[in-house]
C-alpha cells in the first residue's frame, strides 16, 4: 500500500482508541479513502492484517456503505445533487455540463483523470439549489453557466499544475 | 468414570407447561424439551447465536413481585402469582432460561410475527422448489407450510440474483434461495476456521459471497450445504441425482480416523448417494469432513473384488495352502476391521498358531474431525486381544521372517502388504490368502482371494479414539461374490480346526461379551446409537500417536512422561 506517511501516522494513532482492533475498520477505511480516494482490493488486505482480520470482514463493510468507492476516482469529486429542489432548479442540467465539459458520464474518471461527476442526495443546501459539492466545497445556484464557470477553474488549475 | 458436575437447573414455563432446563439453555432448545417447536433459521444449537432471522419470536414474562416487598403479587382471579408479560415479541434463540421464565408461543401475536417474517423471507425467494436438491429436508418449506400464511400477497417483480456461483470445488451457491441466516458464515468462521464467507451489499442486495480469489475449499466445506436452512448451498456430488425422500437412510460411522465420526448413509434400491453427519455431541457434533463423504464411491469402483467360486470352495482352497505352510504362518490383521472381525482374526491366528501383525496407517492430524491415526479400530484390536502394542507403519519383522524363511504363508485380512513394506520378490517367496475389497499388489499376488465387503455393506462396531464403542449398520446389500468378512472369517477358523465361532453378529456378540472383560457389561443389541465409552485404564501406558480433535485430548501423553 501506498499511503502518505500522514495517512498512516493517523491510522496508527486511531486504532488503540478502540478497545477491539476490529472497531477501527471504518476510521481506517476512511482514512484510506480520503487518502487515495478508493478502497482498492489491496486496501482491502491492507486494512485486514493492520487489524488482524480476514478480508472478508473488510470485504462486507466496504460494501455495505455506498460511500466508500471501490473504483479508482478523478482528482476531484464532483457532487451533484438531485433531490427534490435542486431537481426541480435544474440539477440534471447542471450534472449533464459537467459530464459535457469533462467528456465524461456518471461515475466514471474523466478521460484526463481530472474530475469524477455523480448524483447525491439533498446537501441541506435546498433554499440555493441547484447546488453541487466539488471534493470539500459547497457551490451554490450551480445552473450550466456556473457550472461551466467552475469547469473552467478546474481545467485552469490543471494545466497550472502540469507546466 | 467422572461424573460431569451437576448443571444448575431452572424451571420454566412454556405454554402451560413447567419444566427444569439447565441455565443457559436456550427459549428454542427448552421448548423441544416440551414437544413445542419454535420455529428459527438461524439458530444452530452448535454455533454462535447471531438472531438475524426473527422467526423465532416467542413472548416472555415474568411472575409479577411487589417492588418494595419482593412478595409475590397474586392473580385474584386463578389464584396463581400474576405474570409480567413483555408487551413486544423477543427472540428465543437468544432468550437463556431463568428461574421463573414464562414463554408463550401460541398466542396472536405470535402467528402474526411468523406469518409476517414467513412473508418476508418468501418476497424474494425463487419458490423454485420443484427443482431445487433441499425440497423435503427444507426448513423453509417446512417451516412456511407450518407457519406461514399460505398463499402470497407479492406482485412487484423479485430480484434477481446469481443462481449458480460455485462456491469451492464441491459447493455451489444459489443466491436468490439464500434467506441471509449467516449459518454457513459462522461455520467457517467457527468450525472450519476458514473465515472466507460473508455478506456484501446490503438490503435486498446483499449476496453471499466468497472473499474474490478465494474459494470455500476447505475439507469441512460440504458441512455448510447440511446447515443451510433452504437450497442456497449444494453439493456438486448430490446435486440434481436424487430426491431426498426416495433415499432410506441408515446409520454409520466414518471409517478414515480414530475420530470415528457418526454419519448416516444415504442408499436406495441398495445404491449410496450420499453421506450426511449424525450428531453426536460428544464426537462430531453435527459435522463430519468431506473426505469421508467420498468414501461410498469404493463400493462400485471397478477394482472391486468379487469371486466366481462358493465361499465353501474358497474356504477350502484357503485350508489347503494354510495346511501346507503349517507352522510357518503370519497374519496380518487390520485396524480396518471391526471389533468382530478382529475377534475371529485373533481365533484364526490362533488356530494356525500364527503370529500377528496390524499395519498402523497415519497422515496429518487437522484438529477438528480427522486424527492422525487414519485407521478406524486400531483400539478393537487391543481390545480383542488381537495385538497388545500399537503397530507400525511397515511390515519389517515379517518381512526379515519370510527372507529367512521362518513364514511361508500369511493371511492378510484386508491390508496391502506391498504398501506396508513386502516387497514383490517378498510376496513372491509366500503362499497368501487375501480377505480383501478392492484389487491391489496382495490380491494379485495371493493363491486364495476371498472378496468381503466394505462398511456400507455389513455391520458392526469399530472403538474409536476416546475408546468409545460404536457401531454401524448395513446400508446396502453385497453385490453376488462378495463374502460376508465374518462369515469367511469364522468358516476358515473351523476349517483350520479352530473354535466354531457363528458368523451372525448378534450370536457372536455373546462370544464377545462372555470372551473379551472389555465389553462384559455390554451388548450389540443395547449399544446406544451415540456409542459407549469402555474402561480404557489397561491400556493408558501406550502411546497413542493421536493429538487434539474436537472432542478429544490425547490424555495418554502426560500419563506417560510421569511413567
Ligand atoms: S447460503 Fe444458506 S446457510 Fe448461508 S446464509 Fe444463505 S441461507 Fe444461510
Ligand atoms: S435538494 Fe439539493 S440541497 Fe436539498
Ligand atoms: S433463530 Fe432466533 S433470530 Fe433466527
Redesign the pocket.
Known amino acids: 500500500m501506498n499511503l502518505k506517511p500522514e495517512t498512516l501516522a493517523r491510522i496508527d494513532e486511531v486504532i488503540p482508541h478502540y478497545a477491539s482492533k476490529r472497531s477501527a475498520t471504518l476510521p481506517l477505511l476512511h482514512l484510506i479513502q480520503e487518502d487515495v480516494g478508493w478502497i482498492s482490493k489491496e486496501a482491502i488486505e491492507w486494512v485486514a492484517a493492520k487489524l488482524e482480520l480476514q478480508p472478508i470482514n473488510v470485504y462486507e463493510v466496504v460494501t455495505f456503505y455506498p460511500m466508500f468507492r471501490q473504483k479508482p476516482i478523478g482528482r476531484r469529486h464532483i457532487k451533484v445533487c438531485r433531490t427534490l429542489s435542486c431537481a426541480l432548479m435544474g440539477g440534471y442540467k447542471t450534472c449533464e455540463t459537467f459530464e459535457k465539459e469533462f467528456d465524461t458520464k456518471m461515475g466514471e474518471v474523466s478521460p484526463d483523470g481530472e474530475v469524477t461527476v455523480e448524483f447525491v442526495e439533498c446537501l441541506a443546501s435546498c433554499g440555493t439549489a441547484p447546488v453541487v459539492m466539488i471534493d470539500d466545497e459547497l457551490h451554490e445556484n450551480v445552473d450550466s453557466a456556473k457550472a461551466k464557470h467552475l469547469c473552467g477553474q478546474i481545467k485552469a488549475e490543471a494545466s497550472q499544475r502540469k507546466t | 468414570m467422572i461424573q460431569p458436575a451437576k448443571p444448575d437447573l431452572v424451571t420454566v414455563n412454556i405454554d402451560g407447561k413447567e419444566i427444569a432446563v439447565p441455565k443457559g439453555t436456550n427459549v428454542?432448545d427448552a421448548a423441544r424439551q416440551v414437544g413445542v417447536d419454535v420455529p428459527?433459521?438461524?439458530?444452530h444449537p452448535k454455533l454462535s447465536v447471531v438472531?438475524?432471522?426473527?422467526?423465532?419470536l416467542v413472548e416472555l414474562g415474568m411472575p409479577a413481585v411487589d417492588p418494595v416487598s419482593k412478595a409475590p403479587i397474586m392473580d385474584p382471579a386463578t389464584g396463581r402469582q400474576k405474570v409480567n408479560w413483555i408487551p413486544r415479541p423477543q427472540?428465543?434463540?437468544?432468550t437463556y432460561a431463568s428461574q421463573g421464565l414464562h414463554i408463550r408461543t401460541q398466542t396472536a401475536q405470535i402467528k402474526d410475527c411468523r406469518e409476517g417474517v414467513t412473508e418476508f423471507l418468501l418476497i424474494n425467494h425463487p419458490l423454485d422448489c420443484p427443482i431445487c436438491d433441499k425440497a423435503g429436508e427444507c426448513m423453509l418449506q417446512e417451516q412456511s407450510t407450518g407457519y406461514g400464511r399460505g398463499y402470497s400477497r407479492f406482485i412487484e417483480n423479485k430480484n434477481v440474483k446469481p443462481k449458480r456461483t460455485l462456491l469451492g470445488p464441491r459447493v455451489v451457491l444459489d443466491d436468490e434461495r439464500c434467506i441471509l441466516?449467516s449459518r454457513c458464515i459462522r461455520f467457517c468462521k467457527e468450525v472450519a476456521k476458514d473465515d472466507v464467507l460473508g455478506f456484501i451489499d446490503r438490503g435486498s442486495y446483499s449476496t453471499l459471497t466468497c472473499y474474490p480469489g478465494k474459494a470455500l475449499e476447505n475439507n469441512y466445506s460440504l458441512n455448510t450445504v447440511d446447515i443451510c436452512p433452504v437450497g442456497a448451498l449444494t453439493s456438486t456430488d448430490f446435486r440434481f441425482k436424487m430426491r431426498v425422500w426416495f433415499l432410506k437412510q441408515t446409520n454409520s460411522i466414518d471409517t478414515e480416523s480414530s475420530v470415528g465420526a457418526n454419519t448416516v448413509v444415504w442408499s436406495r434400491e441398495g445404491v449410496i448417494h450420499r453421506i450426511t453427519p449424525r450428531r453426536n455431541d460428544e464426537v462430531n457434533d453435527t459435522w463430519m469432513a468431506d473426505s469421508g463423504r467420498l468414501l461410498y464411491k469404493a463400493v462400485g469402483a471397478e477394482n472391486r473384488l468379487a469371486s466366481k467360486e462358493t465361499l465353501d470352495a474358497l474356504i477350502a482352497s484357503a485350508a489347503d495352502v494354510l495346511t501346507d505352510a503349517e507352522g510357518a504362518i503370519a497374519v496380518v490383521g487390520s485396524g480396518r476391521s471391526s471389533v468382530e472381525e478382529q475377534f475371529l482374526t485373533r481365533k484364526l491366528a490362533d488356530a494356525v498358531k500364527a503370529r500377528v501383525f496390524l499395519v498402523a496407517r497415519s497422515g496429518a492430524g487437522d484438529g477438528i474431525l480427522i486424527s492422525s491415526d487414519r485407521n478406524p479400530n486400531v483400539r478393537g484390536a487391543l481390545i480383542t486381544g488381537l495385538i497388545d502394542k500399537l503397530p507400525s507403519e511397515r511390515l519389517d519383522t515379517l518381512a526379515g521372517g519370510i527372507d529367512s524363511g521362518e513364514i511361508k504363508a500369511v493371511i492378510s485380512v484386508g491390508e496391502d502388504l506391498t504398501s506396508a513394506g513386502i516387497t514383490p520378490e517378498q510376496l513372491g517367496k509366500i503362499s497368501i490368502v487375501h480377505f480383501g475389497t478392492h484389487a491391489n499388489s496382495t490380491s494379485d499376488a495371493a493363491k486364495v482371494v476371498v472378496p468381503t465387503l466394505t462398511v456400507f455393506e455389513k455391520a458392526g462396531t469399530f472403538v474409536n479414539q476416546q475408546f468409545r464403542l460404536q457401531k454401524f449398520a448395513k446400508a446396502v446389500p453385497a453385490k453376488p461374490g462378495m463374502h460376508d468378512d465374518l462369515d469367511a472369517l469364522s468358516r476358515l477358523t473351523a476349517a483350520m480346526g479352530g473354535a466354531s465361532l457363528p458368523s451372525d453378529l448378534h450370536e457372536l456378540w455373546e462370544v464377545l461379551t462372555k470372551e473379551l472383560p472389555a465389553l462384559a457389561t455390554t451388548t450389540y443389541r443395547t449399544l446406544p446409537e451415540t456409542g459407549l465409552l469402555l474402561d480404557a485404564t489397561p491400556w493408558s501406558g501406550l502411546r497413542f500417536p493421536e493429538g487434539e480433535t474436537l472432542h478429544f485430548k490425547p490424555a495418554a501423553s502426560e500419563e506417560g512422561v510421569k511413567a
Open positions: 428454542i428459527h433459521y438461524c439458530y438472531g438475524n432471522c426473527r422467526m423465532c427472540i428465543g434463540c437468544a441466516c
